[in-house]
């Protein structure tokens, strides 16, 4: 893949991440997996819904393929981070954020119906393809690390193919205008994704900062006053309850 | 006609449960559905799916019970912030804003995601709900009831009396004292992962000796009156929120096992490790052994319901019931935070509403209390997926699938409800011949790629347990469930007896799983042992397969050789070419 001004921006991140940070790579890698293996619960949970005999073949096979692309990057972390652990803590980590808190639980499919599913299909693994064709050169020369990139590349291309496939189908069944208008829709929710995010996160380092200050200045002087002592220790007994009807409505 | 829904989540395991007039008639994890180990959001998928096997809406359900009480949980946190000020700032900054955008918000959260009227809304208590978990699932009249875990709102175990009146508390241990967390501190100083690689410390302890029971009692000491207190320089779970232990733990102990390391007992270093678990192991049982004496002397009663997540510990289970005061024990498949979700539903049942309990038909039905599939469901599918496949005559699949392992194959085998709580018993399940020396190390490589202190578990057919296992008086119902480790008394099963002798022991009665007693039934025809190897249908890190798509995306990305789906039978050669 050559350097155009079109991909200059994403080229010069991509380097950044691999090239200059330290053990990065490894955890980039940790973090390929939980995306690829996210992308292969969706694409199951479509086998499980669509109504399309052909299409629930298609997502099967793109299914498996997820999957083991998230196999394929974790190894390559495990490999990469050696006795460091990073990987570990960072697999780990992104375990802990996909099992808590409150999330959307409506699969993709679900969410989108089968045409706005195809071309989220079609934008994501684009894009995804894009991306991993650079990485794949920026890390070429780890003969193992390029025979991976390839075997997903291969892969992608699939994915990208047969979605486009199903969306030609669609456009030319007389449906053109709702096939573009799903593509418009999935692209632009993207983008307002990408904006999302970065405003949370901007919005998350602001909590901190305000978190730490309310931290020193109430629990601070606080913890002078409730430091010294310690719960008596043993078996207590229990303080005394109201009865359960009426203490069931309270949250404390 | 009346239904009550339980919820638990938002900390560990997310589940719901829905009972029907007082029983259980939908159970389920949320990760099942989400596909997330130990997916501990709110239980969206659980819910929604329980109000369609009951063909019911939420508006029928009477109440929504929440399994803790948030608020109470949140000031606990921020106590013993305040008392741990300023080391525990990371920690504030995480909890507090998790706290804040979220959990505090749980009310709003079921009305909004589940479509709850407010005022249906309750909130049961930690313990309460484990103990009425235990309780209310169980067929006594009277018991005493102990729940040990981690942590609750406060309380970290807890003493009741159950019995017609009710469950009656009468005391408990509170925060920072804690067995579940101690236990935990030290998985994660053996290299495991919190929450999750419990059960490998309690594997791992079969290779050791108990030589450092002195220095892990400096940390989880006994304390005279039965209970227990914590030296709190050892462990940092009351003030941090990635780190367990202290550097002053290493000084105790030598250096914590690195995570993801191998583990080789032959060595010096592996030695010490597996010595480590088993001190851990036997402190652990002896805390669990004194505190059910006090609880003993206080009811006099001589069964014991056990509930919370070290109820889990199926080598304690033994301990409590061999070494401890009561003649039987009680534990239902779900003792950990997910069974907190049935408990709150059992609490309201019978203490808000005031229904009386009627003990003549089980409140549990058995253990396969999730989703299933019918055949025409799972034919469909597998022709859509161009999937080659036989279909078996419904009256042939046990004896099909024993001769499949008889000859030495490796089985998935899904049928019927997926299993409440965190052990396949038979429903979801990956089967083999338990007789081969070799069939550990195969499945090991080939499919669950996991390490080799995690033993295998044998199924046998109820009646001829007595054959193979020593099975100790008043455990019948903990081996049903597959919560008890007995010692093995044979030779004949290498696969799944563990390194110390022992096995996790799963005992099958024809009329909780007809079709998987046939199985053993037809096995035992075959060879002169009713018994199989039963592990859980699920690759390394992922949750149990509960739906046929599952099985089968688990089936193709694994080294097993056959898969049973209904009476549905797949090979892995030659079925499916994508
Ligand atoms: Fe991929
Ligand atoms: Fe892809
Ligand atoms: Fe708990």
Redesign the pocket.
């Given at each position: 893949m050559t350097i155009s001004a079109a991909n200059l921006p994403i080229w010069l991140a991509s380097w950044l991440v691999w090239k200059i940070v330290p053990g990065r790579a490894a955890a980039k890698m940790a973090e390929f997996s939980h995306t690829e293996a996210g992308s292969g619960l969706d694409m199951l949970a479509a086998v499980e819904e669509t109504t399309r005999p052909e299409l629930r073949a298609r997502y099967f096979r793109h299914a498996l393929d997820e999957l083991r692309h998230a196999r394929l990057f974790r190894e390559r972390a495990q490999a990469w981070s050696g006795a460091r652990g990073r990987t570990q803590a960072v697999l780990e980590d992104s375990g802990f954020i996909a099992s808590h808190g409150i999330r959307t639980t409506e699969s993709l499919f679900r969410q989108l119906g089968e045409r706005e599913f195809l071309a989220f299909v079609w934008v994501h693994e684009k894009r995804g393809a894009e991306q991993f064709d650079i990485y794949a050169s920026l890390l070429g020369h780890d003969a193992a690390t390029a025979a991976m990139f390839a075997e997903i590349a291969k892969d992608e291309r699939f994915h990208i193919a047969y979605s486009r496939a199903e969306l030609d189908r669609l456009a030319k069944a007389g449906d053109e205008a709702g096939v573009r208008g799903a593509v418009f829709k999935v692209r632009a929710r993207r983008a307002w994704q990408l904006w999302v995010r970065l405003s949370l996160d901007f919005g998350n380092f602001m909590a901190g900062i305000w978190l730490t200050i309310l931290y020193v200045v109430l629990l601070g002087p606080f913890s002078v006053v409730a430091r010294a002592e310690r719960p008596v220790g043993g078996v207590v007994p229990p303080a005394p309850r109201p009865a359960p009807a009426d203490r069931a409505r309270e949250m404390i | 006609m009346s239904w009550v829904l339980g919820l638990s989540g938002l900390?560990?395991d997310s589940a719901a449960v829905l009972l029907h007039d007082g029983r259980v008639v939908a159970a389920a994890s949320e990760e099942r559905f989400s596909r997330v180990k130990h997916d501990a959001g709110l239980p969206v998928q659980a819910t929604r799916w329980c109000l369609a096997h009951a063909g019911i809406t939420m508006a029928d359900v009477t109440h929504v019970t929440w399994y803790e009480k948030p608020l109470r949980k949140f000031e606990r946190m921020l106590v013993s912030q305040v008392a741990n000020f300023p080391r525990s700032a990371s920690a504030f900054r995480r909890g507090t804003f998790n706290w804040l955008t979220e959990k505090l918000w749980v009310k709003a959260a079921i009305v909004k995601e589940l479509g709850v009227a407010p005022a249906r809304v309750l909130f049961s208590d930690?313990?309460q709900?484990?103990a009425a978990s235990a309780f209310y699932a169980s067929p006594y009249a009277e018991a005493a009831v102990l729940?040990v875990?981690?942590?609750?709102e406060w309380a970290t175990t807890s003493l009741y009396r159950g019995g017609p009146g009710g469950l009656e508390l009468l005391g408990e241990v509170l925060f920072p004292d804690s067995i579940?967390l101690v236990y935990s501190a030290f998985t994660a100083y053996l290299g495991f992962q919190v929450n999750d690689g419990e059960y490998k410390v309690m594997g791992m302890a079969a290779y050791g000796e108990p030589r450092f029971v002195d220095e892990v009692r400096k940390v989880l000491r006994p304390r005279e009156d039965g209970a227990f207190d914590v030296d709190l320089s050892y462990v940092s779970y009351h003030w941090s929120a990635d780190q367990s232990y202290t550097r002053r733990l290493e000084e105790l102990l030598g250096p914590a096992r690195f995570p993801g390391s191998g583990f080789d007992p032959t060595t010096a270093e592996g030695k010490r490790y597996a010595d480590i678990a088993a001190s851990v192991q036997r402190v652990t049982e002896d805390a669990l052994v004194a505190i059910a004496n006090v609880l003993h002397a206080r009811t006099g009663l001589d069964t014991l319901c056990l509930a919370?997540?070290v109820a889990l510990n199926s080598v304690a289970n033994r301990a409590l019931l061999t070494r401890g005061p009561f003649a039987r024990l009680f534990v239902q498949p779900a003792a950990?935070?997910a069974g907190?979700a049935m408990g709150a539903a059992l609490w309201t049942w019978h203490e808000v509403m005031g229904n009386p309990r009627t003990l003549d038909t089980p409140v549990l039905p058995g253990p396969g209390l999730g989703q299933a599939w019918d055949d025409a469901t799972i034919g469909a599918l597998l022709t859509d997926l161009r999937v080659k496949h036989e279909v078996l005559a419904p009256d042939t699949v046990a004896v099909r699938a024993a001769a499949d392992i008889v000859e030495g194959r490796v089985l998935g085998w899904v049928q019927g409800r997926f299993e409440w709580g965190p052990r396949a018993l038979g429903h979801r399940s990956i089967l083999a011949d338990p007789r081969r020396a070799d069939m550990k190390d195969r499945i090991n490589a080939r499919i669950k790629y996991r390490e080799l202190f995690r033993p295998f578990a044998p199924s046998v057919c109820a009646g001829a347990e007595g054959r193979y296992f020593d099975v100790p008086p008043g455990g019948e119902q903990l081996a049903e469930w597959m919560l008890l480790v007995a010692p093995v008394t044979t030779d004949d099963f290498p696969a799944t007896t563990h390194a110390d002798g022992t096995a996790r022991l799963h005992v099958v009665h024809a009329a909780a799983n007809p079709l998987y007693h046939a199985l053993l039934t037809e096995v035992g025809r075959l060879t002169g042992h009713p018994v199989v190897l039963n592990t859980s249908f699920n690759l390394k890190g992922e949750p149990i397969v509960s739906s046929p798509v599952q099985a089968l995306a688990t089936f193709f990305r694994s080294g097993l050789d056959v898969l049973y789906l209904g009476a549905h039978r797949v090979e892995q050669t030659g079925s499916y070419d994508g």
């Open positions: - | 900390y560990h930690h313990h709900s484990h729940t875990d981690g942590v609750g579940g919370g997540g950990g935070d907190g």
